[in-house]
């Protein structure tokens, strides 16, 4: 996409950290941004609140759980009927528990699963009808926990090698309709995953615009080529 003026991204999970960063990278470049937050609430804030930073109406909040798939159709609906369609969907919206397998609940297993992984599939499966017109571009925010795994990450690394494998079959699916599909996979990112406030302690780890300006990088890059599996690691970890 040369012009990003006009264009209108998708972001679930906006009402704060990763997803919130990238909708400000994406309204800083002239998109309008749908964002979605499990309460309509939030969603109102943060859009109310990025509308604010710039200056704009091109900002929306959407109750949608990702978890629900009617949920999903109804705010794609939404974002089409207020923009007029949809030419970026970002899966971001995610959570993790963490545990030893003995301890991991059944419901903690089924809310990381059914948000990160097959919230993703709600995400694309959603939104192919707007992306196919607009051959626009589907971006999962998977993790480095989709490719390494770690002691107490036995739902987490689960529901993220799941969105790592299910983007990149999903990009051998639709890339001949024109849709652009890649999944980014960060290092430790600042914001309130899993409980965390952000303060300057942080300042060493990825922030969430790093991960936003990467996103507008992806939808900037000529069509003919397509970075679909990004790693992103903060470049000067505490050493231990
Ligand atoms: N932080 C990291 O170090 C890191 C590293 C790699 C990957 N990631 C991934 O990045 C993504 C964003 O996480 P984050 O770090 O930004 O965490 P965060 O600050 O806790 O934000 C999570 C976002 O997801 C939304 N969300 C959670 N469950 C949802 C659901 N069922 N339906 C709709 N929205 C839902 C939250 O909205 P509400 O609470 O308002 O509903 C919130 O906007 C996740 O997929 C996470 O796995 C994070």
Same mark, same amino acid.
């Given at each position: 996409m040369e012009n990003l003026k006009g264009k209108t991204a998708f972001v679930t999970g906006g009402s704060k950290g990763i997803g919130?960063?990238?909708a400000q990278k994406l309204l800083a470049n002239g998109l309008n941004v $749908? #964002?979605?937050?499990?309460?309509?609430?939030?969603?109102? +804030?943060?859009?109310?609140? #990025?509308n604010k930073e710039f200056n704009t109406n091109a900002a929306l909040g959407v109750a949608a759980d990702v978890?629900?798939?009617? *949920?999903? $159709?109804? @705010? $794609?609906? +939404?974002? %089409?009927?207020?923009?007029? /369609?949809?030419d970026v969907m970002v899966a971001n919206a995610g959570l993790g528990h963490? /545990?030893?397998?003995? !301890?991991?609940?059944?419901?903690?297993?089924?809310? $990381?699963? *059914?948000?990160? #992984?097959? /919230? @993703?599939?709600?995400?694309l499966k959603a939104s192919l009808?707007? #992306? +196919?017109?607009?051959?626009?571009?589907y971006i999962s925010i998977s993790s480095l926990a989709g490719?390494?795994?770690?002691?107490?990450?036995?739902?987490?690394?689960?529901?993220k090698f799941g969105v790592t494998g299910f983007t990149q079959a999903a990009m051998l !699916? %639709?890339?001949?309709?024109g849709i652009k599909v890649s999944t980014i996979m960060p290092g430790t990112v600042s914001s309130y995953f899993n409980g965390n406030e952000p303060d300057?302690?942080?300042d060493w780890k990825i922030q969430p615009e790093d991960i936003g300006e990467l996103v507008v990088d992806l939808i900037k890059m000529n069509p003919r080529t397509l970075p679909s599996k990004i790693e992103v690691r903060p470049s000067m970890p505490p050493t231990k």
């Open positions: 919130y960063g990238i $749908v #964002l979605t937050s499990r309460s309509q609430e939030s969603a109102d +804030k943060a859009a109310e609140s #990025l978890r629900n798939y009617t *949920d999903q $159709v109804n @705010a $794609v609906e +939404k974002a %089409v009927e207020a923009f007029g /369609g949809i963490f /545990g030893n397998i003995a !301890d991991i609940s059944i419901e903690q297993w089924n809310d $990381v699963i *059914d948000t990160n #992984l097959t /919230g @993703a599939f709600y995400s009808e707007p #992306l +196919k017109k607009s051959e626009g571009y490719t390494n795994f770690f002691a107490g990450g036995t739902a987490y690394n689960a529901s !699916d %639709v890339r001949q309709s300057a302690s942080g």
